[in-house]
């Protein structure tokens, strides 16, 4: 983990901005290319002028899939859109709350499943001790840094990620620029 984080000096874990635009990025990036992803999200947003519920809810679904979002994602974001407006999402909530709670609350939400969930509270909530096994980029991270790119166990990434408490967010973000150096944004 040394080696890695000194061959990616000044860089860091930075918040990355409202929870209902994190969340309806998350969203849009799910099982996509960071690239498609990026340009699916520009002619979004572009579209939408302001990433907020209230924008998102006039938006017609023709609209959005003009932008390259799938009618699933499109009423995924629709319906994340609709909780934000009626107070069903209780934002000021999570900060007070532990992880899995803040991932229980999330994953009630159409689209929103645990993988979400994690990078939310690692790239909205800053939670310093996230570990998300389910990320590919996890995964691949751990098999190249400390198991010379071998197939490891759950058990044994589980194992690893023990080690590198309290800061397993931080470490899955070194490992996954250890794979590629433009950090990802949510």
Known sequence: MAEIIRRHPRVHLAPRGEPFHTLARAIVGQQISVAAAQSVWNRFAGVAVEVIPEKILRLKARQMRACGLSQ????????LAQRFADGAVQVHRWPGMVDEEVIADLVQVRGIGRWTAEMFLMFNLLRPDVFPLG???L??????????GRKISLKTMKSRGESLRPWRSVATWY???????VPVEY
């Open 135 to 137: 990320d590919l980029g």
């Open 175 to 181: 490992l996954w620029r250890s794979l590629d150096p």
């Open 139 to 148: 995964q691949k991270g751990l098999r190249m840094a400390y198991h010379g």
């Open 72 to 79: 699933r994602k499109c009423e995924y974001i629709s319906d």
